[in-house]
């Protein structure tokens, strides 16, 4: 069973209800994008965890102080990476990252640093699919993008972010649609 720790906004906050609708009104932007399936706002914590480590989920020191902020609109060209907001590197993101990995999936304390400074690359996705992205199609993501940052009173993605937030245990296997969470720990923001 392949499973995911996320972390996401708290879900009563305005940016929670602000990257969901993106998440859903942006495949509209173009018709090449109109199969992008919906799924929840988050930042991937640790992936590829087994079912056998799960009951270590209680042993992560949970931080009283996490807050995230959006660094910059980014595109790329994985599937789960096409159009997404790029993360701030907070310290608290980056232990919470680093203490998921020694806890989670059995890493030594270098091992589990090494893996956060060199692999792991906070974001929250926005769009996943398969299409190459053309000029135009980014284009027209980074003018809905603008114009929801506007109508939200945001003048700028750059620096929105939340405190908290929740961490989902996400069985996160098979197509999208079919993904689950099994578990949900709120932190305190």
Do not use: C
């Not at 996320?6 to 998440?23: A, C, F, K, N, R």
């Not at 991937?44 to 270590?56: D, E, F, H, K």
Request: cysteine-free.
């Amino acid at each position: 069973m392949a499973l995911s720790l996320w972390l996401t906004p708290p879900p009563e906050s305005p940016i929670y209800v602000h990257i969901s609708q993106l998440i859903s009104e942006l495949p509209t932007a173009d018709p090449s994008l109109k199969s992008s399936p919906a799924f929840l706002p988050h930042i991937t914590i640790v992936s590829g965890l087994s079912q056998a480590n799960i009951s270590r989920l209680t042993l992560l020191n949970l931080p009283r102080d996490l807050a995230v902020s959006i660094k910059s609109l980014s595109f790329g060209d994985a599937y789960f990476k096409k159009i997404y907001f790029s993360m701030e590197r907070s310290h608290t993101l980056i232990e919470l990252a680093k203490e998921a990995r020694v806890k989670l999936k059995n890493m030594s304390e270098d091992e589990a640093r090494r893996a956060v400074e060199t692999e792991y690359d906070p974001h929250a996705s926005l769009v996943y699919n398969d299409v190459g992205l053309s000029g135009a199609i980014k284009e027209a993501v980074r003018r809905a993008v603008t114009e929801k940052a506007e109508q939200w009173a945001y003048n700028t993605w750059e620096g929105a972010g939340w405190k908290g937030g929740q961490l989902l245990l996400v069985r996160t296997e098979g197509p999208v649609v079919q993904w689950k969470v099994l578990r949900t720990i709120t932190l305190s923001g």
